[in-house]
């Protein structure tokens, strides 16, 4: 609330005050960036995330309360505008920024990409209430890699930490879900946009564990078509209780036209091999997809309740800044369906659902 944040404000007294958005936050974190210029005009205010990085001039343009963007990723970008705080504040020394001076606004030099993430230091968790966390049931996470070579439409991660993918050494990773073991959480959640993207690193964080004869539960994301029965053996034997895979929609024509680079088959034979290796599969999808028709989607929840899919997650199409789904709609190839048309469609596709199947997740 703006009068816990005012007490916390004056109590910390700090020069810059950061955020972080997505596209679907972005209403309510510019408006706690406006909160804190109000209660107190001098604290330098910047924000970061896919969001901004990719619509930074109209942004700082229509927001006049926020200084400072920063593109892309942000860990070396913070430490250096925070060096720069407390000195010259000479922000054109800062590389991946847009700022605004006077009425201009500017752009420094793009920062590159983090080459070796093992020089990145482990997340301070202690400065965290996770003790909330856990009392609400959910996971604990961690990222091994970053970074996706798939060019699905609607997704902004290959755009915000490049298509080449780069990785955590194992021994850094495991030793850091070591870790995570001690903080009592019920399950580790490996957060990668692709865990299983490259087999050699999977494999190889796998052995890690069993070497160390860890005895973790952990889940993961990974592509239908990115898997085998090695694979999803060795997870099993490493720890992982479940895995979580995109599927968006059963559709040929509709992962054609999204770019998902996957069959219906990939779909049937990866939930095969889950169940044969004892690994949970949880599926994910999206309604309202370009194209799509309602007949489309009620087809999808046909062939969802004839899968032996444990799981669901179901995602409402959201339109996110920076990617290629967004220059579609902004050229009128498909329109997003209306709240109520949503709220009509979600009930009656979950109707054709089995009793036994869980919905993890609606968004």
Known sequence: SPNKLKALLNTFKPQIVGITAVTMTFEPAIKVISDVKR?????????????????????????????????????????????????????????????RRDSEICFTPEREFIRDLDTLPTPARHLLPMGRYRALGMPVSLTTSRGCPYKCIFCVGRKMVGARVRYRSPQHVVDEMEYLNTLNFHQINIADDLFTANKGHCMAVCDEIINRNLQLKWTSFARVDTISETVLNRMKA???????????????????????????????????????????????????????????????AEIIANLPIDGLKLHLLYV????????????????CLSQAEYIDLVCDFLERLPPRMIIQRLT
């Not at 430490?79 to 991946?96: I, P, T």
């Open 320 to 335: 996110i800044k920076g990617t290629p789904l967004e220059k579609m709609y902004q050229k009128g190839r498909f329109r």
């Open 238 to 300: 490493a720890g992982c209780t479940a895995v979580s895979f995109g599927i968006e929609s059963a559709n040929p024509e509709i992962l054609k036209t999204i770019k998902k680079g996957i069959t219906t088959q990939h779909v049937v034979d990866a939930v095969e091999m889950c169940h044969r290796a004892g690994v949970i599969p949880f599926g994910s999808f999206i309604l309202g997809l370009p194209g799509e028709t309602r007949h489309d989607m009620l087809e999808t």
């Open 39 to 99: 209660i107190n005009p001098e604290i330098i205010t910047v924000m970061g995330g896919p969001h901004v990085s990719f619509c930074a001039r109209q942004t700082l343009a229509d927001n006049p309360e926020l200084d400072i963007i920063a593109l892309g990723e942000g860990e070396n970008t913070i430490v250096e505008l925070s060096r720069e705080a407390e000195g010259r504040q000479n922000w054109d020394a800062v590389k991946g920024i847009a700022f």
